[in-house]
């Protein structure tokens, strides 16, 4: 096989423009394929926008919708739809790793830049990444399918289909559903939820995360500080998230439902709120303070490494753990008997104070556009779909088709950003070697 060269010019791109590219190159081919004749059925055909808006969607693994994936696509746009989720789910920079194989011209910071993204600290030959990568994705794709498939046979029409797409949707992390209510009428369906949650973490918790926990049989004290910190705040957000869903939701959205069901409906919708954009219940039907807990655990998402978006959840323990440390007094930050350096710390910031001021800033943007008719009432359904945008998470309460053309294009930039932005902050931020001077102290007043 003759090796992949790559343009010269292309060659001296920085790593971050990689990043960036890959991903516009991407939803660029999915719009051109989405805007073909028999990619929607001929008395409904898409136009530019919703097609932009469907394949940085789907690319970006949201889930947000214009128009209803089953009904206003064929099974051509719908097989588009899913090759986009599952390539944007692995994430572009990961099929790089072929062409570093192949024997492409990539520079050492750019081979880096893969392996870290994938690895972490963690010593891997890009051929283990891409076996590891790829044997878990289509293993745990293969065996949600077969799930799903058993559970839908005699409830929908074409289940094969049904299964492979919302298999491959959850494991990607993309909330895209063929069924017109989502995946609400199994709310009660203890299998198919089980499939989907189980589908929907693994997916989120990293490929090496996932690859630590069966390296080492699931011992705590073997496992890497990573991991840990990664199973610990998964834990707590999952078990969080659910009991303060049920608590609220008890007497509204839950009320008349079996004890179990509530509990089952709870947990789902605290496990999909971390990016996977499922739901079992109407989100135009939540309370504003469930609206608040579910953009909580949509900002900060997944973790490192996996096809989830947001902050990331080691991101946010972090900045936990730093706070606790200050408000004791203490300059180091330890967990698990270990200390984070700061630069793990100072990037955790970045991460969280970026992704706030692009949350902010989208929210701003559309309550801008929408303003005749966005009354006081709708402000937490704006900061939801902002929110859910740039988390790549695709909940929605019902707004994302009814807003101005202008808007959409605020959604599909907090999509891009929140799928790219991350991996380009950690491009940029190891990129630099910048002098760490310090200059004489003084102390300044907080409080």
Same mark, same amino acid.
């Given at each position: 096989m003759p090796p992949v060269t790559v343009p010269a010019r292309l060659h001296r791109l920085p790593p971050a423009a990689w990043v960036a590219l890959s991903f516009a190159a991407l939803i660029a081919a999915g719009t051109l394929l989405l805007k073909l004749p028999w990619a929607t059925p001929a008395e409904a055909p898409v136009g530019w926008l919703d097609a932009l808006f469907t394949s940085t969607s789907a690319s970006c693994v949201t889930g947000l919708a214009v128009r209803d994936t089953g009904t206003g696509f064929t099974g051509f746009g719908q097989a588009v739809i899913l090759l986009l989720i599952q390539v944007g789910g692995l994430g572009v920079m990961t099929f790089a790793l072929f062409i570093v194989v192949a024997g492409g011209r990539f520079s050492l910071d750019q081979r880096q830049l893969v392996e870290q993204t994938l690895a972490g600290e963690r010593s891997l030959a890009p051929r283990d990444l891409i076996r590891l990568v790829l044997t878990f994705t289509v293993g745990c794709e293969a065996l949600g399918a077969l799930g799903l498939w058993l559970a839908f046979r005699g409830e929908l029409e074409r289940p094969a289909w049904q299964a492979v797409f919302h298999a491959v949707a959850a494991f990607a992390n993309a909330g895209f559903s063929l069924l017109p209510d989502n995946l609400s009428r199994f709310r009660g369906d203890l299998a198919v939820n089980a499939a989907v949650m189980l589908l929907i973490v693994l997916g989120g918790l990293g490929f090496l995360a996932v690859e630590d926990l069966l390296r080492a049989r699931l011992r705590w004290r073997r496992l890497t500080l990573h991991t840990r910190i990664v199973v610990s705040a998964s834990a707590l957000l999952v078990v969080g998230g659910?009991?303060?869903?049920?608590?609220?939701?008890?007497?509204?959205? =839950?009320?008349?439902?079996?004890?179990?069901?509530?509990?089952? &409906?709870?947990?789902?919708? !605290?496990?999909? #709120?971390?990016?996977?954009?499922?739901?079992?219940?109407?989100?135009?039907?939540?309370?504003?303070?469930? =609206?608040?807990?579910?953009?909580?655990?949509?900002?900060?998402?997944? !973790?490192?490494?996996?096809?989830?978006?947001?902050?990331?959840?080691?991101?946010?323990?972090?900045?936990?753990?730093?706070?606790?440390?200050?408000? #004791?007094?203490?300059?180091?930050?330890?967990?698990?008997?270990?200390?984070?350096?700061?630069?793990?710390? &100072?990037?955790?910031?970045?991460?969280?104070?970026? #992704?706030?001021? #692009?949350?902010?800033?989208?929210?701003?943007?559309?309550?801008?556009?929408?303003?005749?008719?966005?009354?006081?009432?709708?402000?937490?359904?704006? &900061?939801?779909?902002?929110?859910?945008?740039?988390?790549?998470?695709?909940?929605?309460?019902?707004?994302?088709?009814?807003?101005?053309?202008?808007?959409? =294009?605020?959604?599909?930039?907090?999509?891009?950003?929140?799928?790219?932005?991350?991996?380009?902050? &950690?491009?940029?931020?190891?990129?630099?070697?910048?002098?760490?001077?310090?200059?004489?102290?003084?102390?300044?007043?907080?409080?």
């Open positions: 659910a009991l303060g869903f049920w608590l609220i939701e008890r007497r509204l959205s =839950l009320a008349g439902l079996p004890p179990g069901e509530q509990v089952l &409906a709870s947990l789902f919708q !605290s496990v999909t #709120a971390r990016t996977a954009g499922f739901n079992t219940v109407d989100f135009a039907a939540l309370a504003p303070a469930t =609206l608040l807990g579910m953009i909580v655990l949509m900002y900060i998402g997944g !973790s490192p490494g996996s096809c989830a978006g947001g902050i990331k959840t080691t991101t946010a323990a972090t900045m936990v753990l730093a706070l606790r440390a200050g408000l #004791a007094g203490r300059h180091n930050v330890n967990v698990f008997g270990r200390t984070l350096s700061r630069r793990t710390v &100072a990037l955790a910031f970045a991460a969280t104070t970026s #992704a706030l001021a #692009a949350a902010n800033a989208g929210l701003f943007a559309l309550l801008l556009i929408e303003a005749p008719p966005a009354g006081p009432g709708r402000f937490a359904d704006y &900061a939801f779909e902002a929110m859910s945008a740039l988390g790549t998470v695709g909940l929605s309460t019902g707004l994302t088709p009814t807003l101005e053309p202008a808007s959409r =294009l605020v959604l599909v930039a907090l999509m891009f950003l929140g799928r790219v932005g991350p991996l380009t902050l &950690a491009a940029v931020v190891a990129g630099r070697r910048a002098d760490d001077w310090q200059h004489p102290g003084e102390a300044v007043m907080i409080g």
